[in-house]
């Protein structure tokens, strides 16, 4: 292990806390976004403090059955959107991509991972595991990223296998990696999996996803009433607590917010003149500009259709197991594993027809193959429907990529042709 | 007789083989990646041709219009052919969701070029008894829609001649390799790798014969192959001879290497033991093959890595990554330690598919050698 650097999570629990208190003395910030930044102080909180209060903690890649988890009283550290969460409230995280650099992980690997690799390679960054698991979703570095980790915090690990398509072979294989790693996580923590929270956290995600069709329903609205990225914000619940109570009372209170305004007539933004259709993350280290940018222009992101459409399906509660495993496939960045087949490529047309689109920004991230593989399949499938697309080469963690000023340009650039269109 | 190779490869992709098995009425399918087994192809009558991108480095502007920047050349190298009408030959693609340049590349592939047949095989990254359920599933199905795109049936009987016809490519490939253990090989680590390019695009029964005669050539000769130090190739997919060949050319000893166009291809034979049928006899060796750097666990990967050093005497690994390639760029870190732990040294080389090694590579690969030469 490297020497040096602060530790990561309190830096962002003491982010969230001032942005809390700032919030609070400001006349018009919306309840949910002090629940929401109440949430990821008490999230990073519980991280920070696995140990000391004697709780098992498991980092877990993205889009991992973190109901799992929670119903094993295991505390979860996700490792992807803790990276991210650095870029965005510490600005600490070049520090932790050149550590994964200075371990021998390659440019391209995408900064999210080389992030948390170096993280864990660094002395005091974050807090250590006490165990590691991850899965195959959604790409080629969650798959392998777990394994580095592991070695490099000394930390046993679990590989979840998801399998590439839905077939009933498939379904049944990933119910057995559920219980592989449910076998493993009793062996490593100790604790008994509790299956009637299990299925109770599944009930809960169940009316976790059913807030989210809601949510996305109200955004159809013209002017649409959902601030312009606060699609990252919905990202999170899933991410960090699925099947919680605290996030179907966080979806309730973004969904009544959203109701009032539309009752009221009132948009995110004050002239709403350009709906977009976002595609893939904005980068982190941009967040606040972009925010700026759109109230500036009237351009508010609308629909998503690969983070916010949650695909078909129900949960049952009475089949905790399978309902996890289902839930799998539901997820809306799932969709884009697997084959992109017709139908799926023709529900982002469908979605710009439903949701009044104007424009679609395709954040390009550069570590991220699998998506800026669709860059063509989506924009000719926009095209066909007469919605012109913005690609915008950036990077989800790293600030050299893409500047303010080159970024503004682009939009601009694009606003323009949006209204020539 | 290297020369009759070369030959082959010079209509790249098309040979004369794939022309003479067109004109007589037949089928041929091309398959993307090692998880694909050619024996069910074989079985069907069709002709199993491998897809891969331009012999040498190109430019890439079609491939990368479609696929992006940030996908590796091999996957842009591979559709850009296609793009360009060279892949116009094929009936039918089949692929594996091997790796995220893959499944994309069968994605645009499905899309923009519209092959007759496409399929691709849902390939666990496991060695479980559970994958191995899954994977035969996935074997099982993809015979049966070729079944129905041949219309006929693929019998046990076709399936297990081509067992044995693939087993004996696997055996010839095999001595010739062991050839190379010596002090002084009869042939270099490029001319291995141009026999075995042709092989992807020649009926095996053809290859197997001209592949039987290269050896016995070989076996007999006086020619010997002296280089500064004993060199492992290992990493991401490579066609390109030229690049083994500068190697080579800077007195770099070629002797063993790890590729999906290598020993990664040919290592394993298929078992048929009493009560398997051929399909799962199949399905068991293809998920159980020399692993790719997908496959967890790495050390499977990694072990199999270090018997080929102690097999073959390396000195010193040349690790050749494609940009992108992430899941060898993953592995990299913890195989160069695990093979610090024995002693062997690492040259690490960021390249693009198709590279002739040449330039800055070169500069490298000789401060390599340098520096085994000085550790003697």
């Known amino acids: ?421 | 007789m290297i020369e009759k190779f070369r030959e082959i490869n010079s209509s790249f992709p098309q040979t004369s083989y794939v022309k003479e098995h067109k004109s007589s009425g037949k089928k041929v399918i091309g398959w993307l990646c090692t998880y694909v087994p050619e024996e069910i192809i074989h079985a069907a009558g069709a002709l199993p041709v491998r897809i891969t991108g331009y012999q040498q480095e190109q430019e890439l502007d079609d491939g990368t219009a479609y696929l992006y920047v940030n996908n590796c050349s091999f996957s842009r190298s591979c559709l850009q052919l296609a793009l360009r009408g060279e892949y116009d030959f094929l009936d039918g693609v089949v692929g594996g969701s091997t790796c995220d340049g893959v499944r994309r590349l069968f994605d645009l592939w499905r899309k923009y070029i519209g092959t007759d047949f496409h399929q691709i095989l849902s390939i666990p990254r496991k060695f479980t008894e559970s994958a191995h359920e899954l994977y035969l599933s996935q074997v099982t199905q993809f015979k049966q829609h070729l079944e129905e795109f041949i219309g006929a049936p693929i019998t046990d009987e076709a399936l297990v001649k081509s067992i044995e016809l693939y087993n004996e490519t696997r055996a010839l490939l095999k001595q010739l390799y062991d050839l190379r253990k010596s002090d002084n090989p009869p042939i270099t680590g490029s001319e291995v790798l141009e026999v075995l390019e042709a092989g992807f695009r020649m009926p095996k029964e053809a290859f197997n014969q001209l592949l039987g005669e290269l050896i016995d050539v070989l076996s007999k000769s006086n020619a010997e192959n002296k280089g500064r130090a004993r060199l492992a190739v290992v990493g991401s997919v490579l066609t390109n001879a030229e690049f083994i060949k500068s190697i080579e050319e800077q007195g770099g000893l070629v002797v063993t290497d790890e590729l999906c166009t290598s020993t990664r291809y040919w290592s394993d034979p298929v078992v048929l033991d009493e009560g398997k049928t051929p399909l799962e006899a199949i399905a068991r060796r293809y998920l159980n093959n020399f692993p790719c750097a997908r496959m967890y666990p790495s050390d499977e990967r990694f072990d199999r890595i270090i018997q080929l050093i102690r097999d073959f005497r390396v000195e010193g690994v040349v690790s050749q990554i494609i940009r992108y390639c992430v899941p060898y760029a993953h592995d990299l870190p913890l195989l160069i330690k695990k093979l610090d732990a024995i002693n062997v040294p690492v040259l690490a080389l960021d390249v693009e598919y198709g590279s002739s090694g040449s330039g800055q590579i070169a500069t490298r690969v000789q401060a390599f050698l340098e520096m085994l030469e000085a550790r003697k």
């Open chain 1, 1 to 421: 292990m490297m020497d040096g650097s602060s530790n990561k999570i309190e830096a962002i629990i003491r982010a969230c806390s001032v942005i809390t208190r700032m919030n609070k003395a400001l006349p018009d910030v919306p309840e949910s976004k002090n629940m929401y930044y109440k949430m990821l102080t008490d999230y990073f909180t519980r991280v920070q403090r696995a140990k000391e209060e004697g709780n098992f903690l498991a980092a877990h890649t993205v889009f991992f059955p973190t109901e799992i988890l929670y119903a094993m009283d295991i505390v979860p550290m996700h490792t992807e959107t803790t990276t991210w969460m650095i870029a965005l409230f510490t600005g600490e995280a070049t520090e932790l991509v050149t550590a994964g650099a200075e371990i021998g992980l390659a440019s391209e690997i995408c900064t999210p991972h080389r992030g948390i690799a170096g993280a864990f390679s660094l002395k005091n960054a974050l807090p250590q595991p006490d165990a590691i698991v991850w899965s195959n979703l959604i790409c080629d570095n969650t798959a392998k990223s777990g394994e580095l980790i592991a070695e490099l915090s000394g930390s046993p690990g679990y590989f979840l296998d998801h399998p590439f398509q839905e077939s009933q072979q498939e379904r049944k294989y990933l119910i057995g990696e559920l219980k592989g790693m449910i076998d493993f996580l009793e062996h490593q923590s100790g604790k008994k999996m509790n299956w009637d929270k299990l299925s109770e956290i599944v009930a809960f995600m169940d009316r976790q996803i059913e807030l989210f069709r809601e949510i996305c329903e109200l955004r159809k609205a013209v002017p649409t009433p959902f601030s312009p990225l606060g699609f990252m914000d919905l990202l999170t619940m899933d991410y960090f607590f699925p099947g919680q109570p605290e996030a179907i009372e966080y979806l309730e209170t973004v969904r009544d917010e959203l109701k009032a305004k539309i009752a009221a007539g009132k948009g995110a933004v004050d002239n709403e003149r350009f709906r977009l259709m976002s595609l893939f993350v904005p980068p982190m280290y941009l967040m606040g500009f972009l925010e700026k940018l759109s109230h500036e222009y009237g351009a508010v992101s609308v629909t998503e259709p690969f983070f916010t459409h949650w695909g078909e399906g129900k949960l049952d509660p009475n089949k905790p197991l399978e309902s996890v495993a289902q839930k799998a496939y539901m997820i809306p960045e799932v969709q884009m594993y697997g084959p992109m087949n017709d139908t799926k490529i023709q529900r982002v047309a469908d979605l710009a027809e439903e949701y009044k689109v104007d424009g679609a920004v395709y954040y390009a991230d550069t570590g991220c193959r699998h998506t800026c593989a669709l860059i063509k399949l989506v924009k000719d499938t926009l095209s066909d429907v007469d919605i012109p697309m913005l690609t915008l080469d950036s990077d989800v963690v790293d600030p050299t990529m893409t500047s303010e000023e080159e970024t503004r340009e682009k939009f601009e650039g694009f606003f323009e042709l949006l209204e020539d269109y």
